[in-house]
């Protein structure tokens, strides 16, 4: 169980954390989310006691971090994977750290054993790919068998073999009854490990959910039309009280209504269609919009006029998103509205 | 956290890097090798040397005149075993296992002393024996008096120079900048310091050349150096608590 409450850091002007207050339950996976810049960093650096919060209270389990006994055996963390000295060999950097916190030696071998670095535990840590750095990572934070396990955009840089691994492995943890948290700027990869969602986005608290609700209340699914005989169409949808949002490029959207009940009523006024299909928002999306919409908050409430626009979902990093490709502000207004 | 784990903790640390055997042996070897030169010309320019000049002949002292180079890698080695945390991120996980900083920083600072001073001592006896062995009959005896204090002191001094390196490179954190600052400073800026007559008054109070008198059995006819072997080591000392002191304090505000 880790207790996060009011917790605040400010770098300068910059809020790099403002208020955060959450709770990490033990026996899930809970996804730790938020676009690059967020805070989820240094957020968790603050829990290990690592960066001192400006205001706000981080425990472990009741306690302060740096009250634990032996923390490795409370917490174990991952947060940077090349975060070693690159000529102590893996079974050393292992050994030194079991020691510090009275952590019998076999059980070195056995952590490498569990990551399967067990053949490379005599060489240098710094001949070691992203992966293998992971893995020794990993293995330190396993180290003390902790009941809490914090891992930092864990799946950055993988091969898709060493990320289904990871999704296992903490998946494996969590059914352990362990409380385990992750962070990632992927909605698409918390979907597939998460448990429970907690959101940040400009370091202020934007959701705390458990992940099926997240998924219903954000995958928005609605019809996609487009007619040459648009007033006649909007005409016909009207008088059926119908709800019809216009879209740019002369197309309508249409929510909570079939496709094959729209196709039925443009058949019976002989309205022709060009375009009659069922879409479903993708929960990358609803991040976004979820995570862009504190950004424009941000924006407005802070920032002078003349400041640089909010970034449109289009903007962000990460890979292309799945799904429809909506046009964002007429599609998120109306999101919000709903 | 019992302090005994993060001792045997930061002793596996030390002993599986590289750079602390690199930095010590070359420390060693460095110091002897040149003093036993230096012991040898010493002994061939005595004849031509000015009666003055031979009432000062020090042949403990200039057993150990390759102490001036060797501590350059004494330095390294200090600087090195605090800066590899920050360089390569390590500190992160190090604070992680033990985030009571204190214990942390003076268990790892208590280890590289351990090793230094050890190293140092050797070091110490190793040059004055080599050293006097080439002096011929000029040398001058373990038993003679100042003679032991000034070897052990030897050690002392090259001990002092790691601690006092290890605390700046903690004020520091960057390997580059703190040999940057330190490396000059001890061969090139003290040593100009204390040869101008107008800031050799200031030279004098350097950790170095305060320290270095220990080493001293035979004070210089002229000499003006307001302390004794034990003063000078205490003066020393100071310089190494103040960067003791500042390392702890930036440790325990900053975050990691």
């Not at chain 1, 893996?90 to 009275?102: I, K, P, T």
């Not at chain 1, 094959?260 to 375009?275: P, T």
């Amino acid at each position: 169980m880790i207790e996060v409450e009011g917790l605040t850091k400010r770098y300068g002007e910059k809020m790099a954390v403002n208020q955060l207050t959450f709770a990490v339950r033990p026996g899930i996976v809970t996804g730790f989310l938020g676009p690059n810049g967020a805070g989820k960093s240094t957020t968790m650096r603050m829990m290990l006691g690592l960066d001192r919060p400006t205001a706000g209270d981080v425990r472990i389990d009741g306690q302060h971090y740096d009250r634990l006994k032996d923390p490795l055996t409370y917490i174990g963390a991952l947060l940077d994977a090349k975060a070693m000295h690159g000529g102590r060999s893996a079974f050393n950097h292992l050994l030194c750290l079991a020691q510090s916190n009275g952590i019998p030696r076999g059980r070195v071998h056995e952590v490498l054993d569990t990551v399967g670095l067990t053949a490379v535990a005599k060489k240098k840590a710094k001949g070691f790919s992203l992966g293998m750095g992971q893995r020794l990572g990993i293995a330190g934070a396993l180290l003390g068998d902790p009941r809490i396990l914090m891992f930092d955009e864990p799946v950055n840089g993988l091969d898709p073999e060493g990320i289904h691994w990871i999704r296992n492995l903490m998946k494996s943890l969590a059914a352990q009854g362990r409380t385990v948290f992750v962070s990632s700027h992927l909605m698409s990869e918390m979907a597939l490990t998460a448990d429970h969602l907690v959101v940040i986005g400009q370091g202020r608290l934007l959701a705390d959910t458990s992940m099926a609700d997240f998924i219903r209340e954000n995958s928005r699914s609605y019809v996609r039309i487009r007619s040459p005989q648009r007033e006649l169409l909007l005409d016909v949808l009207h008088r059926a009280g119908i709800v019809v949002v216009e879209t740019g490029g002369g197309t309508l959207e249409v929510d909570g209504h079939r496709p094959e009940d729209i196709g039925e009523l443009a058949a019976q006024h002989r309205i022709v269609l060009h375009e009659l299909s069922p879409q479903q928002a993708s929960l990358e999306e609803a991040f976004m919009q979820l995570t862009a919409e504190s950004v424009e908050y941000h924006a407005h409430s802070g920032a002078p006029l003349g400041a640089a626009p909010p970034p449109l979902p289009g903007d962000r990093p990460g890979p292309p998103t799945p799904g429809p490709q909506v046009p964002g502000p007429q599609w998120g207004d109306d999101w919000k509205k709903g | 956290m019992a302090a005994t784990q993060v001792l045997r903790s930061e002793w596996t640390k030390i002993r599986s890097v590289a750079s602390t055997l690199w930095t010590l042996s070359l420390a060693a070897v460095v110091t002897v090798v040149l003093g036993v030169l230096i012991s040898l010309l010493s002994k061939n320019e005595f004849d031509k040397m000015s009666a003055k000049d031979r009432l000062s002949f020090d042949p403990t002292y200039i057993s150990f005149a390759g102490m001036s180079l060797g501590q350059l890698a004494m330095i390294v080695f200090g600087v090195l075993v605090v800066s590899n945390e920050y360089s390569t991120g390590m500190i992160r996980t190090s604070l992680s296992a033990v985030p009571q900083r204190g214990t942390f920083l003076f268990s790892k600072m208590a280890v590289a002393t351990g090793l230094a001073f050890l190293v140092g001592l050797v070091t110490s006896f190793v040059a004055f024996f080599l050293g006097q062995a080439m002096l011929g009959s000029h040398k001058a005896a373990i038993g003679d008096p100042g003679v032991l204090r000034a070897v052990i002191g030897g050690g002392l001094y090259m001990t002092l120079i790691a601690v006092f390196s290890m605390g700046v490179a903690t004020m520091l954190r960057s390997p580059m900048l703190s040999l940057g600052i330190l490396m000059p400073f001890f061969f090139l800026i003290s040593a100009i310091l204390g040869n101008v007559s107008a800031t050799k008054k200031i030279g004098q109070f350097l950790p170095d050349q305060a320290g270095s008198k220990i080493m001293q059995v035979v004070t210089p006819i002229d000499d003006d150096v307001p302390y004794g072997p034990w003063g000078g080591l205490g003066i020393m000392v100071l310089w190494v608590v103040v960067a003791v002191i500042g390392g702890y304090v930036l440790l325990k505000r900053r975050d990691a």
